[in-house]
């Protein structure tokens, strides 16, 4: 918690778009080496793949409006020895591009980066038809596949960087919508690892309730843009004498078996959030190892099978059930479900 | 660059013990597709025995062209000629679609190392090639002489992303790419023209900025001088519209579709086998 951004909790809190993080990345993994690439389909600076195409034009493919062809060239250019990103909105990759992306990439093993930018209702006023809220799901299921769900624009070039640097096909999440920085550069980043952003037994406050009170206790496991919801529900909650630890999950694929389930055993009630359907998202990764290893009250915060709509990203957060109020009233519920 | 009678010869019976293998591995595997294979027999004959550079006994040789099979459900002509051409025993292929065999029913790179591309769904193949050409000509420019060759079928080119990687490969004028199309005018419903009509096939790999070449795929001589013209051509990639006859060189199963995705039984594969030991009647079998 001490390599957090101090000025999280304050109201001017530095906001950046996440997919800013992923543009930022990639132009420094290109500098480090030579054998990455950038592919994108049609929309080069909304992924903010920009940034990569003017320093190294020579190393960037437009394929147009064409998510097939950029997962399945990106495979191609893999045999030869390259490290292809590719880019577009995750609601067209990997969206449209599944099959191609399951055959061409995973099960060819081709070392394939895969950013989906506008992730999630947070996309607002462009409406459901671009709220991808699927892909967490059609990604971890696919074998060999990592996926990465960065919470802000920092840890989102730390995980560029660090999908760069691993063989094997990956997934990055991104979304639109400028989101509070959490992180800063000193906050460690290995792909594969949950942290835990958030601990009310650790800042002091909530020490008359812990130990004392168990069944006031409660985690949140969370992953992307809604990290910094949780948190915030998280400090709100303190004031009702509820203590609860924030597990920032931005790796959902390998899973951190080990975090969850020290969370799990120390608050025995755990709520997950995150900007995706419930079925099949991070929430149900979390639910299948819990399950399997050591049962307790869960609550799902996602979007409950529906489909988004236009708005503002605030007011969409709201409707759909995933915001501060929410998760709030998820952490009551688990509480009150606990043994 | 024409082939003496002899090199024409010694193609044609690598083409024929090609094509037994072919009925031989399907009748162990009892299912699997047939029409294909055999019609596309002598062009991967004259890739691997004449065209290709490439070593069989070092198949990670990093200077090696590459071959990409997009319609994977061919492959029983790919393994018999890699076997033939002596990337694994000729004795292996008997283990086609069993389990734990190295030779998958549609290939698979996990399993059989040697392959470039592990296929199967249709339409990939061409911008998996492409993939493979542009990074190739950003690591060695224009001048590279390394060919990367993708082998598709005529009823994969319903797809959309078959014309997808046509057209980044047009547009990136890859003239190191060569495509070479399996235009035999099935598919598994039927004649490509009544499931979903192609032509003209030349105008449309023309539009997408492709030199487009249209051979006798049984002809050892247009496909050898082909593949030299397409290596001679610039500014742009090569199609070779290759017209072939599904099942070539078993009358019973020739221009039929109902061979497309099956295998022969007992019966109809010793019928072939005949026919193809024979040469079609010329010779006398060994076996009778």
């Avoid at chain 1, 003017?54 to 990106?74: D, I, M, S």
């Avoid at chain 1, 577009?88 to 990759?93: D, R, V």
């Avoid at chain 2, 550079?53 to 090696?64: A, G, M, T, Y």
């Avoid at chain 2, 742009?236 to 099942?247: D, L, Y």
Wanted: charge should be negative; aromatic fraction near 6%; charged fraction near 25%.
């Amino acid at each position: 918690m001490n390599n957090l951004n101090p000025k999280i909790f304050d109201k001017d809190v530095e906001q950046v778009p996440i997919r800013k993080g992923f543009g930022e990345g990639l132009l420094i993994a290109g500098e480090k080496n030579e054998n990455v690439v950038g592919l994108c389909a049609d929309l080069t600076e909304s992924t903010q793949m920009h940034l990569f195409k003017q320093k190294f034009p020579n190393r960037f493919v437009q394929v147009g409006v064409a998510e097939q062809n950029l997962a399945t060239v990106a495979s191609g250019m893999t045999a030869m020895g390259k490290i292809p990103f590719i880019s577009s909105y995750a609601m067209f990759s990997p969206g449209r591009n599944w099959e191609q992306i399951r055959t061409t990439i995973c099960y060819n093993n081709a070392n394939v980066k895969i950013a989906g930018s506008h992730a999630g209702v947070s996309v607002g006023p462009d409406g459901g038809s671009h709220q991808a809220l699927e892909d967490i799901s059609i990604t971890r299921v696919i074998p060999r596949m990592t996926v990465i769900s960065p919470c802000d624009a920092i840890e989102a070039r730390k995980a560029t960087l660090a999908a760069a640097e691993m063989v094997g096909p990956v997934y990055i999440r991104l979304a639109r919508e400028k989101t509070p920085i959490i992180t800063t550069e000193e906050t460690p980043f290995e792909i594969g690892l949950g942290q835990i952003f958030y601990d009310s037994d650790e800042r002091g406050s909530t020490s008359k309730i812990e130990g004392s009170n168990p069944s006031k206790r409660a985690g949140i496991i969370a992953t992307g843009a809604l990290v910094y919801q949780a948190i915030i529900a998280a400090k709100e909650l303190e004031k009702e004498g509820i203590s609860v630890k924030v597990l920032n999950l931005a790796t959902i694929k390998p899973l951190d078996e080990a975090a969850i389930l020290l969370l799990a055993k120390e608050t025995r009630a755990i709520v997950t959030v995150e900007e995706h359907q419930i079925n099949g998202g991070m929430g149900s990764a979390v639910a299948e190892s819990l399950a399997k290893h050591f049962p307790v009250p869960v609550e799902f915060i996602g979007a409950k099978d529906k489909f988004g709509q236009s708005g503002t990203p605030a007011e969409l957060i709201e409707h759909y059930g995933m915001g501060i109020d929410s998760i709030k009233k998820a952490v009551k519920d688990v509480l009150a479900r606990k043994k | 660059m024409s082939l003496t009678d002899k090199e024409i010869q010694h193609l044609e019976e690598k083409a024929n013990d090609i094509r037994l293998s072919i009925i031989e591995m399907l009748i162990e595997a009892g299912s699997g597709h047939t029409a294909g294979p055999l019609g596309m027999a002598d062009i991967f004959t004259a890739l691997y025995f004449q065209i290709l550079n490439h070593d069989p006994k070092k198949p990670d040789w990093p200077e090696r062209d590459r071959l990409v099979l997009s319609n994977g459900h061919i492959c029983p002509v790919l393994y018999s000629t890699m076997a033939h051409s002596g990337y694994f025993p000729v004795e292996e292929l008997k283990t086609l679609r069993k389990f734990g065999s190295r030779l998958q029913g549609h290939p698979h790179r996990d399993f059989l190392p040697y392959l470039e591309n592990s296929s199967g769904p249709l339409g990939s193949g061409l911008s998996q090639a492409t993939g493979m050409a542009l990074a190739d000509r950003i690591d060695r420019g224009d001048s590279n002489d390394r060919y990367i060759y993708c082998l598709m079928s005529d009823g994969e080119l319903d797809a959309g992303n078959s014309w997808e990687g046509a057209m980044l490969a047009g547009k990136e004028k890859l003239r190191n790419l060569i495509a070479i199309v399996d235009r035999n005018n099935i598919q598994i419903d039927g004649f490509t023209e009544d499931i979903m009509p192609l032509e003209n096939l030349r105008a449309r790999w023309e539009a997408w900025n492709w030199h487009v070449l249209e051979i006798d795929g049984h002809n050892f001589n247009e496909i050898v001088d082909a593949v030299g013209e397409a290596k001679a051509v610039f500014e742009k990639p090569t199609v070779i519209i290759a017209h072939t006859i599904p099942g070539k060189g078993v009358k019973e199963f020739e221009r039929d579709y109902r061979w497309h995705g099956k295998a022969p039984n007992k019966e109809e594969a010793k019928m072939a086998l005949n026919e193809l030991r024979t040469l079609g009647g010329k010779i006398k079998s060994e076996l009778e």
